[in-house]
């Protein structure tokens, strides 16, 4: 059985950082690419981070470059996302998943996913 438990969200002001956790059970974790999603009230679920399996391409929303970073310890069966210069636009429910290459569809099923609120 799959399951994807996300962790470390919370609410921080602009401009602060944030990592976020997602440990991965009941699938080969080391032979997917894993991802993290971000959902806001009213709007739709979006990509906002991507790696391969082995860690050696990621890929990002252009909304999250230069501030997000991807990384993944296959050991521990898990994925995180650094957050710094947090905006509240940033604001949203941070899900991951994970599929066979870095944008193809999702394969797990969703989890409680994790809170973030940027605020001052």
């Known amino acids: 059985q799959v399951q994807l438990v996300e962790s470390g969200g919370g609410l921080v002001q602009p401009g602060g950082s944030l990592r976020l956790s997602c440990v991965a059970s009941?699938?080969?974790?080391?032979?997917?690419?894993m991802r993290w999603y971000r959902q806001a009230p009213g709007k739709e679920r979006e990509l906002v981070a991507a790696?391969?399996?082995?860690?050696?391409?990621?890929t990002y929303a252009d909304s999250v470059k230069g501030r997000f970073a991807i990384s993944r310890d296959n050991a521990k069966n898990t994925v995180y996302l650094q957050m710094n210069s947090l905006k509240p636009e940033d604001t949203a429910a941070y899900y991951c998943?994970?599929?066979?290459?870095?944008?193809?569809?999702?394969?797990?099923?969703w989890g409680q996913g994790t809170q973030v609120n940027v605020s001052s």
């Open positions: 998943n994970f599929g066979t290459t870095l944008t193809s569809k999702a394969l797990g099923s």
């Open positions: 009941g699938f080969i974790f080391n032979i997917y690419a």
């Open positions: 790696i391969r399996s082995t860690g050696g391409s990621t």
